[in-house]
């Protein structure tokens, strides 16, 4: 036997032996898992078109009807990951706190679900220690506790909710005067709604850093609801280096999370009060409110990589998109572009396309239908033909467009569809 020949007869005889080796060791999980990533997408079963439902461009924005936003593929690889090893969920639930605080800057950390989840956590954790009490004492004992949340007038929203299920009762103010009659022996938090101070929103009579100023002289915690605030990506310790005791985000907005995780920063004995009052514990009042072990690391990674991006870089390829777009209709009579950016609440560029219906020869809630009738169907702003609102300057001739959700070529494709949605006669 030749040299050559000798040695592919031992490479083969190892590649036998490993093979054999690895299988009896247990190894074979892992080389079905190498097989699996390696088999082609059409073998995966898409589950959307199985149930019908229609998969749409999002020229809208990050709003919860619209499922949010769409994860980085490195957010779900660690999903992925996650789904695939049981763990001690509190323990996941300390050790990514831990983690989150020390990134964010912050005393504490706790992934929820949702912004919402994390209004009605804070509010529980400031129950529970205004009262010294337990967490299985909510919501059935809370009329007979300390349970007042102070909030201005401008700032009341369907979200009073969120707080409510914790048996808050809400305590309304409109100017300074009543802020600080408010106080009682009762008052357990205020709450601040940050983006109330957009600039063509509800104007607050009191700012955040007044409001903060008052409830500190009165030893109450404050939590400022920054759900949709992010970007800037400072915003995510801005916060609380000002002071505000907690403060929630949306963690399937802007970070580019799981939809259904959500972010609850600040004081460490408060958040830990709020882990006390949410999953696994059985008597807490967010038992219901269950984040599992793959959103705990997917709101985790979700950080991880928003840390590694630049505001300026998203902010340039998102007025490069408006660009796209608007170039596609600039030859439509009388029609005027623009790019606005929301001062708090979706601090992004927006595209707004103004035409005259009468000239043009189509209304914008034409458009919007022609859009929503493509395949696949394309979701405009909401704000699109209202008044103003959210810090979006449009009315009822202006079609807004949101550019932040779209994925890679979707400006092309909603450039080419605007055009014609808007030249097609009825």
Not at 248 to 269: D, E, V, Y
Not at 388 to 415: C, F, K, R, Y
Request: aromatic share 6%.
């Amino acid at each position: 036997m030749s040299s050559e020949n000798r040695a592919l007869f031992s490479r083969r005889s190892f590649l036998r032996w490993s093979q054999s080796a690895m299988a009896m060791f247990g190894a074979a999980p892992f080389l079905s898992k190498t097989a699996e990533a390696a088999a082609p997408a059409s073998s995966v079963t898409d589950y959307y078109d199985k149930l019908g439902v229609a998969k749409i461009i999002n020229a809208a924005g990050t709003y919860t009807t619209l499922t949010a936003a769409c994860m980085p593929p490195q957010v779900r690889r660690a999903v992925e990951l996650a789904a695939q090893h049981p763990v001690q969920l509190h323990d996941l639930q300390v050790k990514s706190g831990e983690y989150l605080a020390k990134k964010l800057r912050c005393e504490g950390a706790l992934v929820t679900s949702g912004a919402s989840g994390a209004i009605t956590l804070a509010t529980a954790a400031c129950i529970t220690y205004a009262n010294n009490s337990k967490p299985g004492a909510l919501p059935q004992d809370a009329g007979n506790l300390k349970n007042e949340v102070i909030v201005q007038k401008s700032h009341r929203y369907s979200y009073d909710h969120a707080m409510m299920l914790s048996g808050a009762v809400i305590r309304e103010v409109v100017t300074l005067d009543d802020y600080k009659r408010a106080f009682n022996e009762k008052t357990v938090m205020t709450n601040f709604f940050n983006a109330a101070e957009e600039e063509d929103g509800p104007v607050a009579q009191i700012g955040r850093e007044q409001w903060l100023e008052i409830a500190h002289q009165h030893n109450v915690p404050c939590h400022m609801d920054a759900a949709a605030d992010m970007p800037p990506i400072e915003n995510l310790w801005k916060y609380t280096g000002m002071g505000f005791d907690l403060v929630c985000f949306s963690g399937g907005k802007g970070i580019r999370g799981p939809q259904n995780a959500g972010l609850l920063l600040g004081k460490k004995h408060l958040t830990d009060l709020a882990l006390r009052n949410t999953n696994p514990n059985g008597d807490a009042v967010g038992r219901g409110m269950k984040v599992a072990k793959e959103q705990i690391v997917g709101m985790v990674a979700a950080v991880d990589w928003l840390l590694e991006q630049s505001d300026e870089s998203n902010e340039r390829e998102y007025n490069r998109r408006c660009k796209v777009i608007s170039d596609a209709v600039k030859n439509i009579p009388t029609m005027q572009s623009s790019v606005v950016i929301p001062k708090i609440a979706n601090h992004v560029p927006h595209l707004l396309l103004k035409f005259d219906p009468a000239k043009v020869g189509v209304t914008v809630a034409q458009v919007q239908e022609r859009l929503r009738a493509q395949n696949p169907p394309i979701e405009l702003n909401p704000n699109t033909g209202h008044k103003p609102n959210q810090g979006i300057p449009s009315d009822a001739n202006t079609l807004v467009i949101g550019v932040w959700m779209l994925q890679p070529g979707e400006d092309e494709i909603v450039g080419r569809r605007l055009r014609a949605a808007l030249t097609q006669k009825a």
